[in-house]
């Protein structure tokens, strides 16, 4: 099992924890955490463009000239897509972009993003965080203390409210709870803090 530090919100060592193999020790499967993050994106995506076709664009119903004898190109419709107003070609539509991913796929994906966090020594693990006031300057400081200040993400559990509350504000910040970790934010930020609990709970529910 991997072993890791411990620390206070100071960024000294208090003690050690174990981690999971099957969670935290796993092999580096990059196809598939490719796999999972764009089947993620793509179900993200609204999917509500539309613009209108040259049937769908009003008027237009009348031939602008007659065919022969003008001296210019043919034309059938002035709401044709060379005519300024008129449709487009191939015109967007509502769709969705949704892919379906297995369970069990995205379940890997996520050990072996989280365990790729763990072989770079880009996972902090905090004994607790307690804080006077949920104020952003707080948080900020406890991060500068770990040495995680640029593109961090913050695992939590639900208890640590005040703590998703007061890191809102820091743009190179992003708040998670530990049981809505997915691989798109793990593998988007470069170092991953999580309290001792939410490691436990993230154990508890990815553990195979």
Known sequence: ???????????????????????????????????????????????????LTRTEVRGGGIKPWRQKGTGRARQGSIRAPQWKGGGVVFAPKPRSFSQKVNK???????CSALSAKVSENELIVLDKIELTAPKTKEVAAILKALGAEKRVL??????????????????????????????????ANEKLVATKDAVETIEEVYKA
């Open 1 to 51: 099992m991997p072993t890791i530090k411990v620390l206070n919100q100071q960024g000294a060592a208090v003690g050690e924890m174990q981690l999971d193999d099957s969670v935290f020790g796993f092999e580096y499967k990059e196809a598939l955490i490719h796999q999972v993050i764009v089947a993620q994106q793509n179900n993200a995506r609204q999917g509500t463009k539309s613009t």
């Open 104 to 110: 069990m796929s995205k379940v890997t994906a996520l």
């Open 154 to 187: 913050l695992v939590v559990t639900d208890e640590n409210a005040d703590v998703v509350r007061a890191a809102r504000n820091l743009p190179s910040v992003t708040t998670v709870n530990s049981d809505l970790i997915n691989v798109y934010d793990v593998v």
